[in-house]
């Protein structure tokens, strides 16, 4: 199964910032490819889309509290996801808006694979198990 993890910065723009609440949630297929589940940052399932879309796509509204204080209203768009490389999409709490005055949507980036905290944290396991 593949996975996408939203790091604390983006992976193609090292510069800047993936929004607070995503970091460490993450995006994975689900069991015979039959769809892409939402993960928050503790590990919980929040939403699940069914099927396997051949484009963009938005995973059902969910409320959540992710990493803020409160639960709120989760709206994530996924523009893509390339196994092996890349996911990119959108997340607002207010939906997707469009015209004057509506909040523009903050933009995620993810990779696939392990993020480096994961990925550090089973180095030091692993040479903690090999010393031993």
Sequence with gaps: MAEWHIPTMKPNKPHE?????LVHCKIIETTNNSGY???GPRGDIHSISLGVPQGP??????DARLSGPRPE??????????????GRGKSSNSGFRHGDGADEPDTWVAHAGATVEEGEGKDAAAASASST
Excluded: D, M, S
Aim: aromatic share 24%; proline share 14%.
């Design 17 to 21: 910032h993936n929004p607070t609440p």
């Design 37 to 39: 589940a939402f993960v």
């Design 57 to 62: 796509f938005e995973f059902p509204v969910f």
């Design 73 to 86: 209203p989760w709206y994530i768009t996924v523009e893509f996801l390339e196994v092996g490389g890349l």
